[in-house]
């Protein structure tokens, strides 16, 4: 671990004797004031950090339709920040004006309702930080190690503050969900969004009513409009597809709506031929972010290995880091109390020989599922499945230091 022998390795020899220390420079940015308060009234990251930004890794075929994938590699902490919030569009980004923006909730409610954003504002909020994840997220990796670095792997993963209206309040706000058969018949809830897409879900309502909130914020501003300003349905723990965007319509109904999304889409095809559907929970996942492919260690000795592990189902139990292929594996530490459907980072402390190795993470969440191998994997989906890949994910180190997908 981080032992006192490994830190003091991190100086170099020499500078432990103050007397030698020189003097620091006094540099320009020093000398003279430097730029005004209003230069960006929006604040923006320093110029030297222009390469921490979302990338996309293919080429879409339909207009709107595209990705852009989060540098997990550059973040630090557990929240990604609202302008590297990674972004799925089927249809593009709409211009939606707020003050004509409307949600209705109707079907099996007693009192169906329209809402405008200043009637949700004034409904009691609530602000929870919750991992958002694209359920193709890592789909890259089912053939075996793609080559690609962890932003183009498992980038489709942010984690933000979200606040807004709890789904149940919403409801009870349109008079509660219409008595009757309750208990019969479970009810389902269609959400639809306003974009070119109509991006339409059908979520089964006992599952989601205490967890899902309409969402107004995130990370303290009002959403951005490429994350569904300025409404957004968030169903934390559920795969990203099911957090419908710029949200205008909610109706209970009493069985799934059978939409192209939940059909043709968002389903994995089964080695005897069935297929799976309604897979809604992101099984627990880990993947280490820090050394990772693109990185290179440039001396032999102590390296923290860290990363980031979530579950959909709850929290996380705990983290293990292999270093040697999954042979021997040690406790990773947590950073912070781990929170419920949220990204949690951890990290190990390492000491490199200057050998070939290969490392690994592997994420336990509170339910007690821990997340499988690769191979695990393809035996129990096959190779015809594209959403929900949760494999251990391993890089390798070369012994000139580099870091690879391999
Ligand atoms: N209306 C609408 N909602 C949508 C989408 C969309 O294209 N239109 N994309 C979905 C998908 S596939 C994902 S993974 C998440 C992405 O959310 P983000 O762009 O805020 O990260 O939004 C979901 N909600
Ligand atoms: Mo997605």
Known sequence: MLGGLALSALVAPGAKAATLLKPLAVDA???????????????????????????????????????????????????????????????????????????????????????????????????????????????SEWKGPSGLPVQLTHGLLSCCEWTGVRLSTVIEAAGGLVAGDE????????????????????????????????????????????????????????????NVKWLRRLKVVDAPLETREETSKYTGLLPDGRARQFVFEMDAKSVITRPSPGHSLTVHGYYPIVGLAWSGRGTIRQVEVSTDGGRT???????????????????????????????????????????PTREALVQARGLNSYYHYNGIQQWRIGADGSVKNA
């Not at 211009?95 to 409610?109: A, F, K, N, W």
């Open 183 to 242: 208990g019969k018949r479970p009810r389902w809830l269609l959400a639809e969004g306003a974009d070119a897409a109509a991006m339409t879900r059908s979520l089964p309502l006992d599952r989601v009513l205490d967890l899902a909130l309409v969402v107004y914020a995130q990370n303290g501003e009002r959403l951005r409009p490429e994350n569904g300003y300025p409404l957004r349905l968030l169903v934390p723990g559920f795969e990203g597809n099911t």
């Open 29 to 139: 940015w020093t000398q003279t004031p430097g730029a005004p308060v209003l230069d960006h009234p929006y604040g923006l990251p320093s110029p030297h950090e222009s390469n921490v930004v979302r990338r996309t890794a293919r080429a879409w075929p339909m207009p709107g339709a595209a990705s852009s994938l989060t540098p997990l590699a550059d973040l630090h902490g557990a929240l990604t920040p609202n302008g590297l919030v990674y972004e799925r569009h089927h249809a593009g980004v709409p211009d939606i004006d707020p003050d004509r923006h409307q949600l209705v909730m109707h079907g099996l409610v007693r009192e169906p309702k329209r809402f405008t954003m200043d009637d949700l504002l004034r409904l009691p909020s609530e602000s929870r930080v919750h991992f958002l994840e694209c359920s193709g997220n890592t789909a």
């Open 329 to 371: 594996w040690q406790t990773a530490q947590l950073d912070g109390p781990a929170r419920d459907r949220a990204l949690t980072r951890f990290h190990a402390g390492w000491v490199w020989n200057g050998e070939p190795a290969a490392i690994l993470s592997r994420a336990t969440d509170s339910t007690g599922y821990v997340q």
